[in-house]
């Protein structure tokens, strides 16, 4: 991709920070990917709001939060990306239902819920993504999902409009949330029409010290069963109905497969961790080896769950 004019935002008063060819390996979890045209970080909500309504009605945009589900390929992004992680940051009481904005990461949700006297919320401590992208993936673990908890999300629109929608509005299953009338919220496009900035969920009432040792628990079980050490993005195929994608791969040998610097990994055959500066090329040719390989042994066609962007290198 052709690197890179910075589109003009002719000055109007934004108070975010705006940076061009931005190595979007320094944004993802996989530590891998090319480099994107633009990055703005809104200061908050207010000046979000006001990028969206400045913003030229072409310029190609995607909201990311931690990127600990995205591949972005090594050709990179065209346009804009918007950057919740650090920006839209505020969490409270509002009433009984606990309110946060997108860029809230679950770890700290988690410790916010438990911290007042809540239950229910434990799961997204093990999630290391942001509220925004919990959303749009509908992530989940152990049994919970987001979307159960959620009573309103806050979003904005491509053009800077706020609206308040329900949970009635969107078709929402396993790792999967849309509008229901077919308009694309997760983003996975570039282009989308609307991005989360906040949500108000509803959670048990308990007691905060066992709230607290839930997440423990849990952190303590997922270091055990998960490469954490090294650089990946969580589950990289959809579970089949019935079975699970990593029992599949691990049954026809897959684990430790390597390419580039992606390899299988040893400890937890769904994840493809990072073991030598693997490029976005490196991981999606393992993925794709992975895929036949199960299909030719099991006809199974895995799915994937990481979300792929961006422009292959020519
Ligand atoms: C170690 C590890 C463990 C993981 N475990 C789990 C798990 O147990 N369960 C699970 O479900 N996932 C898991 N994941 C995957 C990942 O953490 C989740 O999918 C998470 O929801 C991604 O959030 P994010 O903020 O990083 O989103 P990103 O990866 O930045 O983006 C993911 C998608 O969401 C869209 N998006 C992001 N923010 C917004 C927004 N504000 N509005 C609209 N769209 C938006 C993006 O455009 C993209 O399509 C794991 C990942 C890792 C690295």
């Known amino acids: 991709m052709k690197m890179s004019e910075p589109t003009q935002f002719t000055d109007q008063g934004l108070r975010g920070e705006l940076r061009h060819d931005v190595d979007m390996s320094r944004h993802t979890s996989w530590r891998a990917g090319g480099i994107a045209q633009h990055m703005y970080r809104p200061a908050d909500l207010a000046d ?45 009481m509002d009433g009984e239902l606990l309110y946060a904005q997108a860029g809230v990461p679950g770890a700290k949700l988690a410790r916010f819920a438990a911290a007042n006297d809540l239950h229910g919320a434990g799961f997204f401590a093990g999630i290391p993504g942001t509220l925004g992208g919990m959303l749009a993936m509908n992530a989940g673990c152990y049994g919970s999902e ?33 509008r229901v009338q077919g308009l694309v919220c997760g983003n996975d496009e570039l282009g989308a029409q609307e991005f989360f900035v906040g949500a108000w969920l509803r959670l048990d009432q308990g007691e905060s010290e066992s709230a607290k040792q839930d997440i423990k628990a849990l952190l303590e079980k997922r270091s055990a069963s998960q490469p954490l050490h090294l650089p990946n993005a969580g589950s990289v195929f959809r579970n089949p109905e019935g079975d699970h994608a990593a029992r599949l791969i691990e049954s026809c040998g897959l684990k430790g497969l390597r390419i580039g610097g992606a390899q299988v990994s040893q400890k937890h055959a769904n994840f493809i961790v990072n073991i030598a500066n693997a490029s976005a090329t490196d991981i999606e040719s393992l993925m794709a080896k992975v895929r036949e390989t199960v299909a030719e042994k099991t006809g199974v066609k895995l799915q994937p769950e990481v979300k792929i962007i961006g422009e292959k290198l020519a």
């Not at 919740?84 to 409270?92: K, R």
């Open 48 to 92: 979000l709001q006001h990028f969206l309504k400045v913003l030229p009605a072409d310029e190609e945009l995607i909201a990311i939060g931690l990127g600990s589900n995205l591949l972005i390929r090594d050709g990179g992004l065209h346009g804009t990306v918007l950057l919740m992680h650090g920006a839209l940051n505020e969490m409270y």
């Open 146 to 178: 987001t979307w159960d908890k959620v009573v309103r999300v806050q979003v904005l629109t491509r053009s800077g409009e706020m609206q308040m929608r329900t949970p009635q509005d969107y078709q929402v299953s396993y790792r999967h949330a849309s």
